[in-house]
C-alpha cells in the first residue's frame, strides 16, 4: 500500500535526519517503528503524510489519487470550546462532506464514549480525550492510520485497553498504518512487524507472531511476544554500541 523507497532527508543541517530508508507497508499491516528519541521517528510519519518533501527517493501509494490518511498523535488535541461530537465531525468537514451524524454517534459507540457526544473536552479525563482522538482519526474512513506515539502519556492499564480497541478496530475495519512508539512491549504487541530505527535508518526488522486467537493477557504473556521483545531489544542494544 505504502513503499518508501532509498528516502533522504534533513531538515537543512549537514547530516540528514533519515537516510537511505526503505520502508513498505501492506494492506492491511500495521508496522510499528521504534527507535531512541531523535532518531526520526516523528519526521518519517511527516514524510509519510506528504507534510515533508524527502530530499532524495520516493513515497509511493497503491491507491490512484492517493490514501485516505487519517493522525493519532500523544497530545488528543481537541477543541476545548466544541463538543466531542462536534471534534469527532471536523475532519469530515474539512473533507467538505456532510457529517452523517448517525456515523458519527456510530464510532462513539464503537470507541465506549456513547452518551459523551455532548460533553466538552475539559470534562473528560485523558483515556476518553484519547478515545475522541481515535474517533475523530476514523471519522473520515481513513484506509491509513498514522500514530505518534498515541498512548505515550496513559497510564499501562489504560494503554493495554486502548491498544486492544485500536486492535478490535483495526480488524473490523481493515485500515493500514504507522504506529510510532518508545515501548518494545507496545510494539511487540501492537504491530504485524516492528522495524528498528538507529540514526534515520532501519537496522532490523522484528515479525511478532502472536496468536491473536488468544484473550490478550495470554497474548501477552505468550513466548512469541517475550521472543519479539528481546529481539528488539537486542537491535536497539545492538545499535547503542555502534552509537557509542
Ligand atoms: P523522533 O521522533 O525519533 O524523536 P524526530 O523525527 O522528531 O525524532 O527528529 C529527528 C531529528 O530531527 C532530531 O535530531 C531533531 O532534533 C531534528 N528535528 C526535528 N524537527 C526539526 C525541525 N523542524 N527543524 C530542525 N530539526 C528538526
Redo the contacts with the bound molecule.
Keep these: 500500500m505504502l513503499n518508501m523507497q532509498g528516502i533522504g532527508f534533513s531538515?537543512?543541517?549537514d547530516t540528514g535526519?533519515i537516510q537511505d530508508l526503505n520502508l513498505n507497508v501492506q494492506q492491511g499491516e500495521l508496522v510499528a517503528i521504534v527507535?531512541?528519541?531523535?532518531?526520526?521517528?516523528?519526521?518519517?510519519?511527516?514524510l509519510v503524510a506528504g507534510l515533508l518533501k524527502p530530499t532524495s527517493g520516493e513515497v509511493f501509494w497503491d491507491q490512484s489519487g492517493g490514501p485516505q490518511i487519517g493522525f493519532v498523535f500523544q497530545d488528543a488535541a481537541l477543541m476545548p470550546w466544541k463538543t466531542v461530537l462536534e471534534n469527532v465531525a471536523l475532519p469530515v468537514k474539512l473533507s467538505r462532506q456532510r457529517p452523517d451524524m448517525c456515523h458519527l454517534m456510530a464510532y462513539l459507540e464503537q470507541v465506549g464514549l456513547g452518551g459523551f457526544e455532548a460533553r466538552y473536552p475539559g470534562t473528560l479525563s485523558g483515556g476518553q480525550k484519547m478515545r475522541v482522538s481515535i474517533a475523530r482519526a476514523l471519522s473520515a474512513n481513513p484506509n491509513f492510520l498514522l500514530l505518534?506515539e498515541p498512548f505515550g502519556a496513559l497510564d499501562e492499564i489504560l494503554r493495554f485497553k486502548l491498544n486492544d480497541l485500536l486492535l478490535d478496530l483495526k480488524t473490523s475495519q481493515g485500515w493500514s498504518g504507522l504506529f510510532?512508539t518508545h515501548s518494545l512491549y507496545e510494539a511487540a504487541y501492537m504491530a504485524d512487524r516492528v522495524l528498528v530505527?538507529q540514526n534515520?535508518t532501519v537496522v532490523g526488522m522484528v515479525i511478532p507472531e502472536l496468536n491473536r486467537s488468544l484473550r490478550p493477557s495470554e497474548q501477552r504473556t505468550s513466548k512469541e511476544f517475550l521472543a519479539a521483545v528481546a529481539q528488539i531489544g537486542a537491535l536497539l542494544e545492538e545499535g547503542e554500541s555502534h552509537d557509542a
Design positions: 531538515y537543512g543541517g535526519v527507535g531512541p528519541s531523535g532518531c526520526g521517528k516523528s519526521t518519517i510519519l511527516r505518534d510510532v530505527l534515520g
